[in-house]
């Protein structure tokens, strides 16, 4: 595939991605909720290795995850403040970006084969939740590793 690009409003901080998303999440955690102002957050999560900077060196600002106790770190531009993306202590693997962020947010499918809903127990009211996509009320793996059972909704869900 083609690399993919993407930064902050202010052109400081670039980046890109040179393989497809491995999923897509939707979170609904209240962290999420804050970090983007927002009802929920878009996140296309990749392997560690198929993301990169090009340009600029964000800013971090770390926080304890309520739910696991593990850092949650928030990759940001120093100039304008736009978040870029997360990594995570708990998934080292792997880094969630700020979908929004991509020269071309749509660049990726989001389907019922990649994608997932999460927390949905802190989700705003009034959130239409798409039909034959993972749902989980928390996040989709249990502190111990296991892979929590989803509810799919067979049509879209009003929360």
């Known amino acids: 595939m083609d690399p993919q690009t993407g930064g902050c409003l ?4 670039r980046y890109q991605v040179t ?12 962290y999420c909720q804050k970090t983007t102002g927002s009802a929920y957050m878009v996140e296309p999560i990749f392997d560690i290795g198929a993301f990169g900077m090009v340009s600029g ?10 739910g696991s106790g593990k850092h949650v ?10 978040r870029l993306y997360l990594s995570f202590e708990r998934f080292d693997q792997i880094i969630g970006v700020f979908a929004g ?3 071309d947010p ?6 019922p ?4 809903h999460i927390f949905l127990s802190s989700a705003m009211r009034g959130t239409i939740i798409p039909a034959n996509i993972e749902t989980y009320a928390e996040h989709n ?8 059972a989803p509810v799919i909704f067979e049509a879209p869900r009003r929360l």
């Not at 060196?57 to 309520?66: D, F, N, R, V």
């Not at 928030?74 to 736009?82: D, E, Q």
């Not at 749509?106 to 389907?111: C, G, L, R, V, Y």
Request: charged share 20%.
């Open 113 to 116: 084969d990649n994608a997932r």
């Open 106 to 111: 749509n660049w990726f499918e989001i389907s």
């Open 101 to 103: 962020t991509f020269d």
């Open 57 to 66: 060196a964000p800013k971090i600002w770390g926080q304890l995850s309520e």
């Open 141 to 148: 793996t249990a502190l111990d590793g296991t892979r929590r």
């Open 10 to 13: 202010c052109g400081d901080c």
């Open 19 to 30: 393989a497809p998303p491995l999923r897509v999440t939707t979170c609904h955690c209240r």
């Open 73 to 82: 770190w928030l990759h940001f531009c120093g100039a304008c403040g736009t």
